[in-house]
């Protein structure tokens, strides 16, 4: 983790006999995937995602040899690049892309009908309202029946593990 508590990812060279690749001494210690090319270490067969923490990944994914997005699929959001992004959506509570645009668009878009259609804004503003109690209610439930605990629902809603449990505690089954 880096300092700010924050989970770095690396993407690991996979050899054939499924380890991860050492650090490749002629190349200063590289742990690159790409340099386990079989010119001066055995050449990976695959890739996987792995993290500061000690977190790797279980799938392992094919290297496509001078393609690295294919290897990595950072851009297509597949192989290693999505193993990380579960792992750090898990870890840190992130959101997911798809759910922090569809959030941006819908704030966004409300705004633009504050200034043309007011009033619909306002039913938007208060369709929201009306549904967030109740999904934060459910989530809460399917966070504590997946045994998160009460400090981290509390850091998640932006307040106290007490403030949480306060709110929320009699509404669930423990």
């Known amino acids: ?43 990976a ?6 993290c500061g923490c000690g977190w790797r990944a279980s799938a392992t994914h094919p290297v496509v040899w001078g393609d690295v997005e294919a290897t990595e699929g950072e851009h297509a959001r597949t192989g290693p690049f999505a193993d990380w992004e579960y792992h750090v959506t898990t870890a840190e509570g992130l959101l997911p892309r798809d759910v922090e645009q569809m959030l ?17 804004a306002l039913r938007a503003v208060a369709r929201l309202q009306d549904a967030v109690p109740g999904l934060a209610l459910d989530t809460v439930r399917a966070a504590r029946g997946s ?4 400090e981290a629902i509390g850091t ?5 593990r007490q ?12």
């Open 1 to 43: 983790m880096d300092e700010s508590g924050r989970h770095e990812g690396v993407v690991v060279a996979v050899l054939a006999d499924g380890q991860e690749a050492a650090p490749i001494a002629a190349l200063d210690g590289s742990t690159a995937w790409w340099d386990s090319d079989g010119t001066v270490s055995e050449r």
């Open 45 to 50: 067969v695959g890739v996987k995602a792995a």
């Open 104 to 120: 941006t668009a819908l704030q966004q878009r409300i705004g633009e009908l504050s200034n043309t259609r007011p009033v619909t």
């Open 147 to 150: 045994l998160v605990t009460w």
């Open 156 to 160: 998640a809603l932006g307040c106290t």
């Open 163 to 174: 403030s949480a449990h306060e709110r929320y505690a009699h509404h669930v089954k423990e």
